[in-house]
């Protein structure tokens, strides 16, 4: 992951117990890593170019993300696995397991667009959170 120097401050800045960036998957379909709902299929988050401040999402990525050590102490372990998920009849990676965690422990998790626009994904190229946008605007244009 690539991220401003001083991500950890603008993060803390914010005052809530979990918060994070927004960034696209390193695979195609190039995709965004924060959802609005489980499920088959997931709704995706997009920061768009006009995309600011805070928004709460039901699950995202930890490659760049806050969580205060009071919600960690809180939670009973496993807190980080690969799990399963019988509604979906499918293992979940470990961030997907660690949200569906918070959220049933009453803990909202947000994103910082702001912040978003700004981290990368590394891998062949630097991924940013446009290569998603791209990727969906692509796909609808072709269906």
Known sequence: MRFPADALCRL????????????????????????????????????????????????TGMGCLLVSCEVLRAMKPPRFMIGYSPDDAEHMPEDLYFSRKLKDAGVTIYVDHDLSHEVRHLGVVEFEADHAVKTRDAMKAHA
């Open 12 to 59: 803390l800045d914010h005052g809530v117990p979990v918060v994070g960036a927004n960034y696209t998957m390193r695979r195609p379909p190039f995709t965004p890593v924060s959802v609005h709902s489980f499920g088959d299929p997931m709704r995706r988050v997009y920061t768009e170019a006009e995309s600011s401040g805070l928004e709460a999402v039901a699950a």
